[in-house]
C-alpha cells in the first residue's frame, strides 16, 4: 500500500504565492509522480476557533477549494475535501479528548500565544511559566473570548491526521509542536488499551531545503496576517504596484558589497520565479554596483505574473462552476469518509463503546 500524505489549510482568506511556491507546487509534483496516496482538505472547523462570520466562511471554503484545483490538484489523483464533510472527525474529536490533559493543552506555544493576542496580554513574557499562563488566562474577566475550541485545537488537529491513518504531514515550524502532540496521543492510545493501532505520523520532507518565501516588506516570510504577500488572485496591476513598492535600499555603494536583508528577500524571490539568466544578470548587476531597482522588480512582477495569472483566470471560472465544485467536494467527502469510518468503528470497539445490541 502508498504511504499517506495529509495537509490541511484553514480557509482565512485567499492563498498567496508563499502557499503556493512553498507547498501547492510541491503536492501538484508529488501527486503527478503518484508514489503517495494524498489527502487534501480544508479546515473549516479549525476556523471556527477565531468565530468567522458564517458567510464570510462559505465564501473562503469555496474559494479555496478553487484555488487548489486551479493550481493543479486533481480530483482523481488526490482526495480533496472539506474537513466538515467528514462526520467521523467531530465524533473521533470527543473520543480522543477522554485522553488528552488540560496542562498540555495550555502548555503549547499556539494557545498561550493566541489566547493572551484576545485578551490583550503581553505575549511571550520573559520567566512566565504554565501556572502564570493559567491564572491570567482563568482570572481575565475576557476570558469568554477564549473558547475551547482554541485550547483542543491539537486535539482535532491529530485527528485530522490519526483518522486517515497518515504517515507524513508537512508542517511549517509553528505547527511541529502540534505534530508532536499527535504523535504523543497516538501512543498513549495505544499503550492504555494495549493494541498497535495508532501509527506516528512524520513531518513530509519534500527533500532538499525546505522553501521560505519572503514577504516584500523587508523581513519575515510572505503571510497574510503580516500584509506583505501576493495573492494568486490579484490583477496584474495590483500585483505589479505591490512588486513595485517592496523594501529596497539606496544600493550597494562597493563591488560584492553584502546585501541587506531586503534586497535579500528580492533575489530570493527572483531565484524562486526567475529563468537562471535573468537571476545571473541581476545579480552581476548588483555586484558590479549597477543595479537599478526598478528594472529587478518589473522583471520580478513579470516573471510573477506568469505563475499566478494562470491560475487566477483558472480559479474564477471553476468558482463559477457550482456543478464541478459540487462534484469534487462530494467525491472527496466519499473518499474520506470511507477510511475515517472505518477507523471510528474500530476505536469505538477499542474504547469499549460499540453497543453491544446491535
Given at each position: 500500500m502508498k504511504k499517506i500524505v495529509l495537509s490541511g489549510i484553514r480557509p482565512t482568506g485567499q492563498l498567496h504565492l508563499g502557499n503556493y511556491l512553498g507547498a501547492l507546487q510541491k503536492f501538484v509534483r508529488m501527486q503527478q509522480e503518484g508514489i503517495y496516496d494524498s489527502f487534501f482538505f480544508i479546515a473549516d472547523l479549525h476556523a471556527l476557533t477565531t468565530q468567522p462570520d458564517p458567510a464570510v466562511l462559505h465564501a473562503n471554503v469555496r474559494h479555496i477549494v478553487a484555488e487548489y484545483l486551479a493550481a493543479g490538484l486533481d480530483p482523481e489523483k488526490s482526495t480533496i475535501f472539506v474537513q466538515s464533510d467528514v462526520p467521523e472527525i467531530p465524533e473521533l474529536y470527543l473520543l480522543l479528548n477522554m485522553h488528552v490533559g488540560i496542562g498540555e493543552l495550555m502548555r503549547t506555544a499556539a494557545f498561550k500565544d493566541k489566547a493572551r493576542k484576545q485578551l490583550g496580554i503581553t505575549v511571550n513574557k520573559e520567566g512566565d511559566d504554565d501556572s502564570d499562563v493559567a491564572r491570567e488566562i482563568i482570572g481575565n474577566e475576557s476570558n469568554?473570548?477564549?473558547?475551547?475550541?482554541?485550547?483542543?485545537?491539537?486535539?482535532?488537529?491529530?485527528?485530522?491526521?490519526?483518522?486517515?491513518?497518515?504517515?507524513?504531514?508537512?508542517?511549517?515550524?509553528?505547527?511541529?509542536?502540534?505534530?508532536?502532540?499527535?504523535r504523543r496521543f497516538a501512543r498513549r492510545f495505544n499503550s492504555f488499551y494495549g493494541v498497535e493501532y495508532f501509527k506516528?505520523?512524520?513531518?513530509?520532507?519534500?527533500?532538499?531545503?525546505?522553501?521560505?518565501?519572503?514577504?516584500?516588506?523587508?523581513?519575515?516570510?510572505?503571510?497574510?496576517?503580516?500584509?506583505?504577500?501576493?495573492?494568486?488572485?490579484?490583477?496584474?496591476?495590483?500585483?505589479?504596484?505591490?512588486?513595485?513598492?517592496?523594501?529596497?535600499?539606496?544600493g550597494p555603494t562597493e563591488p560584492n558589497q553584502p546585501m541587506a536583508e531586503p534586497i535579500e528577500n528580492l533575489f530570493t524571490l527572483l531565484k524562486l520565479v526567475s529563468a537562471p539568466d535573468v537571476v545571473e544578470h541581476f545579480t552581476t548587476a548588483y555586484n558590479n554596483c549597477e543595479i537599478r531597482y526598478g528594472d529587478l522588480k518589473k522583471q520580478l512582477a513579470e516573471d510573477i505574473l506568469k505563475i499566478t495569472a494562470p491560475i487566477r483566470e483558472r480559479t474564477r471560472e471553476i468558482e463559477n462552476d457550482d456543478e464541478y465544485l459540487a462534484r469534487v467536494l462530494k467525491q472527496g467527502a466519499e473518499q474520506a469518509r470511507e477510511r475515517a469510518s472505518k477507523t471510528l468503528s474500530e476505536v469505538r470497539q477499542i474504547m469499549g463503546i460499540t453497543p453491544f445490541w446491535k
Open positions: 469568554k473570548r477564549v473558547n475551547a475550541g482554541l485550547l483542543t485545537y491539537p486535539t482535532l488537529m491529530a485527528v485530522d491526521i490519526l483518522i486517515q491513518h497518515a504517515d507524513f504531514v508537512p508542517v511549517g515550524k509553528d505547527q511541529e509542536q502540534h505534530l508532536e502532540l499527535t506516528e505520523p512524520e513531518n513530509f520532507n519534500f527533500g532538499g531545503k525546505p522553501v521560505k518565501v519572503p514577504g516584500l516588506d523587508g523581513s519575515g516570510k510572505m503571510g497574510k496576517s503580516e500584509g506583505n504577500c501576493i495573492y494568486l488572485v490579484d490583477e496584474d496591476k495590483a500585483l505589479r504596484k505591490k512588486v513595485m513598492r517592496a523594501v529596497t535600499d539606496s
